[in-house]
């Protein structure tokens, strides 16, 4: 079996065996899952892009200044904000999480409380180009801040929203119209879950093609990026 292994022949070898080789040369194995040609991570990516991509359109055709991939350390703790919005006639902050896959809701919440309590000590966003930044820190002007957790609208999701429903209607109780209309109107502090359309091409398992690929991937984003201000759902 060793001898097999250092040539290189593990095509009969079960990934229990390659582990208990590796445990007990104090390595570890690591596998590269590649899907249809392209690595999968590079796959996950571009849809979280794209999801990105709707969900700042979906913003800014409601009024809000958008930033994206906020990258912040203070004090040990380190992340990105996936999308920060800022609505400057009602000062209001808005601190949005976009997960693809809603898999581990309690990290997932945990994770977003500490983007919301950090975001406006990392944002250093002027509401003009003549102020000084300093003067301009959400932190001195935001009156309300708020929290948006955005996720595919698939079959998927919804299923994963229903079974971690005492959770998730505690954290994020608007839905639906409620939170849509409040992104129209914000007014005062918010929590809402709200589900996006995604091009069939770029929704993963749910799509009913069932081929997608990392080049419609792209050119999905692309037409997501003009097309996605109304599809969405709650």
């Known amino acids: 079996m060793i001898s097999r292994l250092e040539s290189g022949h593990i095509d009969e070898v079960t990934v229990a065996t390659l582990r208990a080789v590796a445990k007990a040369l104090e390595a570890?194995?690591?596998?590269?899952?590649?899907?249809?040609?392209?690595?999968?991570?590079?796959?996950?990516?571009?849809?979280?892009?794209?999801?990105?991509?709707?969900t700042v359109s979906m913003l800014a055709h409601r009024g809000w200044r958008t930033q994206i991939e906020v990258s912040y350390s203070h004090f040990g703790e380190r992340g990105s904000i996936d999308v920060v919005g800022w609505h400057v006639e009602s000062h209001t902050l808005l601190v949005v999480e976009v997960k693809t896959e809603l898999i581990a809701v309690e990290a997932t919440l945990r994770k977003l409380d500490e983007k919301v309590r950090l975001a406006p000590v990392?944002?250093?966003?002027?509401?003009?180009?003549?102020?000084?930044?300093t003067d301009q820190r959400p932190s001195r002007r935001a009156r309300s801040i708020a929290r948006l957790l955005v996720l595919p609208a698939t079959t998927t999701s919804r299923r994963r929203v229903a079974r971690h429903a005492p959770v998730l209607d505690s954290a994020f109780p608007m839905r639906g119209e409620a939170i849509r209309g409040w992104l129209r109107r914000p007014n005062?502090?918010?929590?809402?879950?709200?589900?996006?359309?995604m091009a069939p091409d770029i929704r993963g398992a749910d799509a009913r093609s069932g081929s997608t690929t990392p080049h419609r991937v792209r050119s999905a984003a692309t037409r997501l990026a003009s097309g996605a201000n109304d599809r969405v759902g709650g």
């Open 188 to 197: 005062g502090t918010a929590a809402g879950l709200i589900l996006i359309e």
């Open 122 to 133: 990392v944002l250093p966003w002027p509401d003009t180009h003549s102020a000084p930044v």
């Open 28 to 54: 570890r194995i690591e596998v590269d899952l590649r899907w249809r040609g392209g690595a999968l991570d590079r796959l996950l990516d571009e849809r979280h892009a794209a999801l990105v991509g709707a």
